[in-house]
C-alpha cells in the first residue's frame, strides 16, 4: 500500500500536436474501485496549460478540487517535474517545475492508496521517470 500522505514526482516532456488541448496528460494515486486523486494537465493554444487537480469517489464522480494555469511552455519537448503531494493533515499541492500550482486542504480519502496511473487522454507526452514516497 501507498501511505496517505504522499509525494508522486514525475519528469515529463510533451511536444505540440494540432488539437493537443483538447486532451492532457493525467497522473493520480488510486484506491480500490479507480477512486482517488487525479493532476490533469491540459495544454494551452498559447503554450501553457490548466493544471486541475480532481478527487474521484469510488462510484466514478469526478470533483475538482482545485484548478490553476501554468503560463510558462509547456510542449516545448524540454522535462519539466510535475509534483503531486499530500501531507499527513490533508494538505495537497501540486507544481510544475519550481512553479507552486495548487495548495487545498482536501480530507476526500482517508485509507492508503493502492496505485499509481498515468493516463494520455490526447497528445505527444513522455513520462522520463516516476518517484514516488510515502511517510513510512
Same mark, same amino acid.
Given at each position: 500500500?501507498?501511505?496517505?500522505?504522499?509525494?508522486?514526482?514525475?519528469?515529463?516532456?510533451?511536444?505540440?500536436?494540432?488539437?493537443?488541448?483538447?486532451?492532457?496528460?493525467?497522473?493520480?494515486?488510486?484506491?480500490?474501485?479507480?477512486?482517488?486523486?487525479?493532476?490533469?494537465?491540459?495544454? @494551452?493554444?498559447?503554450?501553457?496549460?490548466?493544471?486541475?487537480?480532481?478527487?474521484?469517489?469510488?462510484?466514478?464522480?469526478?470533483? *475538482?478540487?482545485?484548478?490553476?494555469?501554468?503560463?510558462?511552455?509547456?510542449?516545448?519537448?524540454?522535462?519539466?517535474?510535475?509534483?503531486?503531494? @499530500?501531507?499527513?493533515?490533508?494538505?495537497?499541492?501540486?507544481?510544475?517545475?519550481?512553479?507552486?500550482?495548487?495548495? *487545498?486542504?482536501?480530507?476526500?480519502?482517508?485509507?492508503?492508496?493502492?496505485? *499509481?496511473?498515468?493516463?494520455?487522454?490526447?497528445?505527444?507526452?513522455? *513520462?522520463?521517470?516516476?518517484?514516488?514516497?510515502?511517510?513510512?
Amino acid at each position: 500500500p501507498i501511505t496517505n500522505a504522499f509525494q508522486l514526482q514525475a519528469e515529463i516532456s510533451t511536444r505540440a500536436m494540432p488539437r493537443a488541448a483538447e486532451g492532457g496528460l493525467e497522473l493520480g494515486l488510486l484506491q480500490a474501485g479507480n477512486a482517488g486523486y487525479r493532476l490533469l494537465l491540459t495544454p @494551452r493554444s498559447d503554450s501553457g496549460a490548466t493544471v486541475t487537480l480532481y478527487a474521484v469517489s469510488p462510484r466514478g464522480t469526478q470533483r *475538482v478540487v482545485d484548478s490553476a494555469e501554468y503560463t510558462d511552455a509547456l510542449a516545448d519537448d524540454q522535462p519539466l517535474q510535475v509534483t503531486l503531494a @499530500r501531507r499527513p493533515n490533508g494538505l495537497m499541492s501540486a507544481a510544475l517545475g519550481e512553479t507552486q500550482l495548487i495548495s *487545498v486542504s482536501d480530507g476526500s480519502f482517508n485509507d492508503p492508496f493502492t496505485g *499509481v496511473m498515468i493516463a494520455n487522454r490526447g497528445g505527444d507526452y513522455a *513520462v522520463k521517470r516516476l518517484t514516488l514516497r510515502g511517510t513510512r
